[in-house]
Nanobody, 123 residues
Framework: QVQLVESGGGLVQAGGSLRLSCAAS????????MGWFRQAPGKDREFVGA????????YYADSLKGRFTISRDNAKNAVFLQMNSLSPEDTAVYYC????????????????WGQGTQVTVSS
């Protein structure tokens, strides 16, 4: 079992930045590919990005490349999502997830999910 707890969400003005954190506990964190997803009101959950087990490989949704950056710290059992140049369209609940492979992560087939943290971007 892996427990994931997101933090760092909140209200930010358009153009601003936020850094989300996800703290993991339980089984070996470094065994898992980690990812972020988001779900806006009335919309399906969408893939944001993922980072490989060592942190050396990252993959992002095309629409978010250049604005969002994922990183991880295996010594601290944590993964981060740095979000820059935020717009109201980025308003959503952001979820952290753990999975076995990058392919499965991109498809949303994850082994563990956090409860989510709300990000609201005002215009």
């Amino acid at each position: 079992q892996v427990q994931l707890v997101e933090s760092g969400g909140g209200l930010v003005q358009a153009g601003g930045s936020l850094r989300l954190s996800c703290a993991a506990s339980g089984r070996a964190f470094s065994d898992y590919v980690m990812g972020w997803f988001r779900q806006a009101p009335g919309k399906d959950r969408e893939f944001v990005g993922a980072v490989g087990v060592s942190g050396g490989v990252t993959y992002y949704a095309d629409s978010l490349k250049g604005r969002f950056t994922i990183s991880r710290d295996n010594a601290k059992n944590a993964v981060f999502l740095q979000m820059n140049s935020l717009s109201p369209e980025d308003t959503a609940v952001y979820y952290c997830a753990a999975g076995g492979t990058m392919v499965r992560m991109v498809r949303g087939t994850c082994d563990y999910w956090g409860q989510g943290t709300q990000v609201t971007v005002s215009s």
